[in-house]
């Protein structure tokens, strides 16, 4: 069983930094995409980050892009969200969430469409 858990959130000034960690169990990193999704408050949820381990490729959203980085630690099953240069439009729940790529073939679609964990907040104070 796929399981995952966020922690980090918090309450930050615009223009701060905050990391984001997500221990993961259940799966194989090298098999699956892993990575953050987002969902502000009214709004729909929102990719943020895309990491396949398999060929190290990583994505990110057009809006966090030259902010956020994605990284993990195979040996503690845990993937990290360094977020910096935080805006208020940042604020949001955000899930770590993990999908089979064999069973989606893109990191987007196997993030969207797979496990995800429960949220942590983040609040960006203008």
Not at 3 to 14: H, I, K, P, S, Y
Not at 34 to 55: E, F, L, N, T, Y
Request: a neutral charge; charged letters at 15%.
């Amino acid at each position: 069983e796929v399981q995952l858990q966020a922690f980090g959130g918090g309450l930050v000034q615009a223009g701060g930094s905050l990391r984001l960690s997500c221990t993961a169990s259940g799966f194989s990193f090298d098999d699956y995409a892993i990575g953050w999704i987002r969902q502000a408050p009214g709004k729909d949820h929102q990719g943020v980050s895309c990491m396949s381990s398999s060929d190290g490729s990583t994505y990110f959203d057009e809006s966090v892009k030259g902010r956020f980085n994605i990284s993990s630690d195979k040996v503690k099953n845990t993937v990290y969200l360094e977020m910096s240069s935080l805006k208020p439009e940042d604020t949001a729940v955000y899930h770590c969430a993990a999908g089979p790529l064999r069973a989606y073939g893109h990191c987007w679609l196997s993030l969207n469409f797979g496990s995800w964990g429960k949220g942590t907040l983040v609040t960006v104070s203008s």
